[in-house]
Nanobody, 122 residues
Framework: VQLQASGGGLVQPGGSLRLSCIAS????????EFWYRQTPGNERELVAT???????VYPDSVKGRFTISRDNAKNTMYLQMNNLKPEDTAVYFC?????????????????WGQGTLVTVSS
């Protein structure tokens, strides 16, 4: 199983970006999904959660500006980021709780995607 994140780039303050994260491989089911971000010298910060049932949670720092969503048919989750600020500059990572099949047994792991860089600057 692999997660592939994409969609990062350079955007001006006030602009928008949409990140995508596609899961591939032997996937039985996908549970909770997450987006994190990290800046140099700091720990990864959780910025969005979406449960298997579609419930979402955001920290105050991004609430009202970021929206996490998922398309279960495509094994894809998204992070729509609006009204971006310079302090949103970071490498963004996706994470998912995925049940896969190994030698006939269903096992759940947490998988991380590679980071995608978001730079907010004029």
């Amino acid at each position: 199983v692999q997660l592939q994140a994409s969609g990062g780039g350079l955007v001006q303050p006030g602009g928008s970006l949409r990140l995508s994260c596609i899961a591939s491989g032997i996937i039985f089911s996908i549970g909770n999904e997450f987006w994190y971000r990290q800046t140099p010298g700091n720990e990864r910060e959780l910025v969005a959660t979406i449960t298997s049932g579609g419930n979402t949670v955001y920290p105050d720092s991004v609430k009202g500006r970021f929206t996490i969503s998922r398309d279960n048919a495509k094994n894809t989750m998204y992070l729509q980021m609006n009204n971006l600020k310079p302090e949103d500059t970071a490498v963004y990572f996706c994470k998912a709780e995925i049940k896969t099949v190994i030698e006939g047994t269903i096992i759940e792991y947490e998988y991380w995607g590679q980071g995608t860089l978001v730079t907010v600057s004029s």
